[in-house]
């Protein structure tokens, strides 16, 4: 975890769809730290370090028994607290090894199973998951961006790389209009507020929006980030994604679409608009990746940045090692064309 922050530690990250985890446990990793997921017969979920203290298999590749997870390889099984319950073969009047498997807390909210790998901190994933409720969800859809988590995140928020990496779908270069953007800092994070024309010039908005009435891009914790439109008449859409990293140079993303007083049934939503986020989705996956390939051509370079790039500097000081900057008391605020 070289360079990073350690303190991103006590902070829930997404690791898994629910649907994922049935009958086997699973394999996940956050922040180079290897991890197995099971879901007892109860219906609870438990996340173990994922090796067996005896002789180092991955649990992952385990089965479940009636007494817990049980190791592949002899036969070590370890309860739902992470206890040595059985060793095969050992007689039943001696004492089994006082040995227990690393545990770290988890939850299941909307769809997702989060960790957080500090044994304290955050209590609860952020706001903006309990107030995404699992009825209003669209969809739910998971991938991989090969890129350091601070660059796909700053992707997301940054709407001034949509002209050119999304030309026509998003927004167009040619049609660039005048937009404030008020950065606020919240309890959980920072919330910027696009204040100016709230429609988008491309091809996504003339299809499947209406007027709008606000446009808010959120972050909280350390890794969720959700852009939400409002609509004049009351509907609301939210895209959310969560960003986990497994290592330097590699994330993972959990995306989701909520819809709140708008038909969109989740069918409709399949044909006739996921098409058109999954190519958008495909586009900033292979910039983050060509960024990343180059970045690493160039170890040595430094970023160079303008007053545009105001939301890099608040996810540096989450995610960097020794970085600090003083956040703003009062609202930010920044003058763009969109």
């Known amino acids: 975890m070289s360079g990073w922050n350690k303190n991103v530690l006590s902070n829930w990250f997404a690791v898994a769809r629910s649907e994922r985890l049935m009958g086997k446990p699973i394999a996940v990793t956050v922040l180079d730290r290897h991890i197995a997921l099971v879901r007892f017969k109860t ?7 994922d090796r067996c203290p005896h002789r180092q ?4 590749q385990g089965r479940l028994t009636s007494k817990g997870l049980t190791c592949s390889y002899h036969g070590w099984t370890f309860d739902s607290d992470g206890r040595c319950a059985l060793v095969p ?23 997702l199973i989060w960790i957080r790998l500090a044994t304290n901190g ?22 991989v961006w090969h890129a350091n988590i601070v660059d796909a995140i700053e992707n997301f928020l940054d709407p001034l790389h949509t002209h050119l990496v999304h030309p026509g779908l998003v927004r167009n270069d040619s049609k660039r209009r005048r937009v404030e953007a008020v950065l606020s800092v919240t309890e959980e994070g920072f919330c910027v507020d696009y204040q100016g024309p709230k429609d988008q010039t491309g091809i996504l908005y003339r299809l499947f929006e209406s007027s709008r009435i606000s446009e808010k891009a959120y972050f909280a914790g350390a890794g969720s980030a959700q852009i939400e439109y409002c609509y004049e008449n009351g509907s609301e859409i ?18 989701s679409l909520h819809v709140k007083k708008r038909f969109a049934p989740k069918w409709a939503v399949r044909l006739f608009v996921w098409p ?7 586009q900033d996956a292979h910039i983050l ?39 703003p008391g009062e609202a930010k605020r920044i003058e763009l064309y969109l």
């Open 289 to 327: 990746k060509l960024q990343s390939e180059n970045m690493s051509r160039f170890p040595n370079a430094r970023n160079a940045s303008s007053k545009l790039d105001f939301i890099r500097p608040y996810l540096e000081e989450i995610w960097r090692e020794n970085e600090h900057i003083d956040f």
């Open 43 to 49: 219906g609870n979920i438990a996340a173990f370090e």
């Open 57 to 60: 298999m991955p649990l992952s």
């Open 276 to 282: 058109f986020l999954k190519k958008v989705a495909r």
């Open 122 to 143: 955050m209590k609860a994933p952020p706001t903006m998951v309990d107030e995404c409720h699992s009825e209003a969800r669209r969809f739910l859809w998971q991938s």
């Open 238 to 255: 939210r895209i959310t994604l969560h960003f986990t990293p497994e290592s330097v140079n590699r994330t993972h993303v959990f995306a």
């Open 89 to 111: 073969g050992m007689s039943a009047n001696e004492c089994r090894p006082d040995v227990g498997i690393r545990t770290y807390e988890a939850k299941e909210i909307d769809g």
